[in-house]
């Protein structure tokens, strides 16, 4: 049994809390024993107030502390607390696994999705990518992971990095492409929803096929003709731009092949 | 019994002719009698060759003709048709109702999707968008589009314009910035699937939400330790360019709200 303690209350905190429990449910490998939270009312609809701290010096013996909150605060939580030798993980796509204070065993604990407030997601489904200094710390982490996921992977702190540039292409980017082809449709009174069946196709190519093999449109065809006549349409600055640059990187990469 | 006649034997003539094909069973609304193709060959695995004609003079007379060709061939073709006062339309995203020859009346008939070779499509799901230039032959085109699609909508040339730019930015360039994620990753030695759940929710979360809504991540958040180390991270100069121009983007977008 892995007596598991959360330290935070926000979005990935809460969902980790419901995986957890759930995980809870089903298995005997892992227990959550407390969650540390600023503010107890945060957490009190998931969990029972006995087992909600706001207090550093409450904090339990566990053996495992998963650190779930802001990339600012990572640094200064690791610092607060109130023993050593324990392992603590953050869940930073971002930070490197030396963000943690030296007082603890370290190791990351990154869970790659995004994640929205009030939506259910299958955390079965999310990739969690593992990191620690040592092969014991790894094994109980995956353990742990395992739990919770079906896909475990090892990633060192320069490829989480990557990782989380190439999340934020095809995350935050392509959600804004999606936002673009919104306004477009309101501008010219079309429901938006028309074009949900080419996006989710557009996503579900992929699981198969490379995006490089799928790649269709005006760009990749090279057609000089609904190029010229599309960006003329745009009469935005900063779609047009977008439209110009995403063309261009298009050519130049078909180009290459 | 609407009569229909394909012109065409590429990717979507060919999605056409099977969705065509599977309405014809489950349904006495509409009939293929003839394709035209330039090469029977390239079509006989779907049809039998008496339906298959490769000579503009054997066309035979039907309710209604549909011109699956490029857009470059879709007025040469038009203008090739040995009939007058038919109804004919075209199947093209960015071009005008006017691209076809006027002797005949004209319409369009759009399915907004992206085709792929191969790679089977549930047309029930494609919508298609629809332009006549009088009633009669929208309720025509309309008791087709039904047969094979559940969703039909009225747009006309210009809105049809707007569509295609839209789908250019949600389907061609979101499938260039899946591309890039994937370049990122075999730089690092990550493999690739480690995103398809992060890809998948993203084309997900906005089938109930605005993207609007749903935008994370470094930019929106104004994060700018994140941004500048991201940026660092990337030595392509094309990718660092699009990086700079969408985060750009995404915050002056979130700054008029």
Do not use: W
């Amino acid at each position: 049994m892995v007596n598991v303690i959360l330290i935070g209350s926000g979005n990935l905190a809460q969902h980790l809390i419901v995986a957890i429990q759930n995980a809870e449910k089903s298995d005997n490998t892992i227990r959550l024993i407390q969650v540390f939270a600023r503010q107890k009312e945060s957490l009190t609809h998931l969990l029972d107030t006995d087992k909600i701290t706001s207090d550093f010096t409450k904090i339990k013996e566990a053996d495992l502390y998963i650190i779930a909150v802001s990339d600012d605060a990572i640094t200064a939580v690791s610092t607060q607390l109130p023993f050593k030798n324990c392992l603590v993980v953050h869940t930073s796509g971002t930070l490197n696994m030396d963000a943690l204070d030296n007082k603890n065993r370290k190791g990351v604990f990154y869970p790659l999705q995004t994640f929205t407030k009030n939506k259910p997601v299958d955390f079965k489904t999310i990739p969690i990518c593992l990191e620690t200094t040592n092969n014991n710390d790894h094994e109980l982490i995956e353990k742990v992971g395992q739990t919770i996921s079906n896909t475990i992977y090892k990633i060192d702190s320069q490829q989480r990095k990557a990782l989380h540039v190439a999340a934020v292409f095809v995350n935050n980017f392509t959600n804004h492409l999606y936002h673009i082809g919104n306004e477009i449709c309101n501008k010219n009174q079309i429901p938006f929803t028309i074009l949900q069946p080419l996006i989710q196709e557009t996503a579900q190519k992929i699981l198969n096929l490379s995006p490089q093999q799928v790649q269709t449109g005006p760009a990749i065809r090279n057609d000089q003709n609904t190029i010229a006549s599309q960006e003329a349409f745009l009469t935005n600055e900063n779609q047009k731009k977008i439209y110009k640059i995403l063309t261009q990187s298009i050519q130049n990469n078909g180009k290459k092949l």
